[in-house]
């Protein structure tokens, strides 16, 4: 192979000395080269050859794309000729041509991924530090082509990366260029352009592969998430209260804008521990907005009088990334927003004891939030008539209150009673109570009702 840049100029050659030489006038010695068999150079010396003189040149005119010959014959003063061996010499003055769209390189891994969001320190933390790339079959590859890559800020104008000879082996597989990760971040962030030639072994240099066009964002950048927001809370640096009687439904949690994730990655918002009773976790938007969560009452409910974790966490498939826990404090109502519970018979001078049946009807309104499931208590105390205190009777105990209750509140049908038998027990003109007791936790917590306390008469 000859290298191109050899014909540009005449090609030198030297033809060897012939071991036996002593030409005269009377014997000369000739020397015959030939280029493709035709006669090029013919020189004859009746005096001793000198070196320069076996020094010649090709002319450029010769030397031609394709396959050529060089030969050359000595015929000595003894009229005996002898002939070298062909020496074979390939001229390829042809550049590589680049493959599709120019040879601009393919993305190998996640090509969606970089096209959507760039390359990312996140991209190169998951595909071993460097971005695959992939050079389109080109035309007439070799054994000896020299590969080298550009990275910068210039479609055309970018700084060589690395160079790479190609063998045999690369062409039974995809040529592949890496651009690691440790070039990409000291190139820095922005858009950076990737492209490439190719230089033959005889040294024809391809054009410049069309560039491939990246957004970079390769940077170590810290994922710190925050607090979340709860507009209906007060408080601050995750330290949160809320109030059941200020807090109106729905209750939105709020991943703050300072919270940055990818399309690919999922945030779900977690309400609690998963052991808590109102545990609960969702991924959806409320409809709406784009970074608010809504939970549902059911789950609000069962943290009064308590202090729960509030917090969301990003998943990639690979990792999870979760964000500073605020902690909040849950009030529960106030028992001005509960209702009273009513004894059938009972007005405002008391309760006459003469005229009750043997079980007297006791009944409880509805009250905001009440939902299927939740439980309650109802207990009379009162005093004996021997001034000491009564044993409590209990009227219902961790009753779960069902489809009709949450509708038309307890004891709508007259299904919950006193016994009257109790009542006789206590002392006349002295008021009895009753306790009421409602559960929205499965009966961790209990929160008080307002106590009805009516006089008990003969």
Known sequence: MLPVRATRRPLPIAIPMWLVSNPSEDDPEQLVVKWDGQLFEDRTWTTPVLPADLELEVPVALLGEGRHTLTYEVTLGNGETSFSDDLSLLIDKTAPVLGGQ??????VEAADELERDGLTARYLDRHGD????????????????????????????????????????DYSLPIHIDFQGEMIRQAGDGVRYAYYEIEDRAGNLSNLAR????????????????????????????????????????????????AQWFPDETVTVLWGEPEDYGYYSTSEVHPGTERSYAIPEKQVLAYGKRTLVVRYEIRDGVDVFPSASSNLKVTEFDQGGLPVLALEGANSNGFS????????????????????????????????QSGSDAPPQPVLTAHPLTEAQVRQGIGAN?????????????????????????????????VDFPRYSPTLRA
């Open 414 to 446: 007259k299904e919950v009673t006193v016994p009257k038998a109790y009542l006789a027990t206590l002392k006349r003109n002295e008021p009895f109570t009753f306790l009421v007791q409602a559960s929205f936790d499965g009966g961790s917590t209990w």
């Open 102 to 107: 120019r040879g601009r390189l393919e993305l």
């Open 353 to 384: 004891l003469g005229s009750a049946p043997e079980r007297v009807p006791v009944s409880l309104g509805t009250w905001r939030g009440i939902a299927v499931g939740q439980q309650v208590n109802v207990t009379v105390t009162g005093v004996l």
């Open 130 to 169: 460097r971005l695959r790339t992939l050079v389109p079959a080109y035309d007439s590859p070799g054994s000896g082509d020299i590969i080298t890559w550009y990275w910068g800020e210039k479609p055309d104008d970018a700084e060589r990366v690395d160079s790479r000879i190609l063998t045999s082996d």
């Open 211 to 258: 560039s491939l066009e990246l957004e970079v964002r390769a940077q170590p950048a810290p994922r710190d998430f925050e607090w979340v927001e709860i507009a209906q809370a007060t408080g601050a640096s995750g330290e949160l209260a809320l109030k059941l009687d200020d807090y109106i439904e729905p209750l939105l949690v709020a991943v703050p804008q300072s």
